[in-house]
């Protein structure tokens, strides 16, 4: 299989109900991170991904890493990463 691989940036929506306090919220991932507001007491209703916010990402983006690999075969002959266009 031949196929290329590319790294994006996309936003996901949380959706809450009406009256969760946002505000409440906004501490607690400030405090313990995202997962814990995913939670349907504190008025979680569901995630969903805005496909239109995709953007392709650079390797400076992705800490040098690379965001395009070309496999052929499945093995991988070229990315554009820390030394940019790496042939293999």
Known sequence: MNYI?????????????NDSDMTALVKEIE?????EVIDDAKGFI???????????????DNGK???IEVYQNKELIWENGENELQQY
């Open 46 to 60: 569901e995630s969903s991904t805005l496909y239109d916010t995709e953007e392709q990402l650079t390797p400076d």
């Open 5 to 17: 691989d590319v790294k994006i940036t996309v936003w996901n929506r949380l959706a809450f109900s």
């Open 65 to 67: 890493a690379s965001t």
């Open 31 to 35: 405090q313990y991170g995202l997962d």
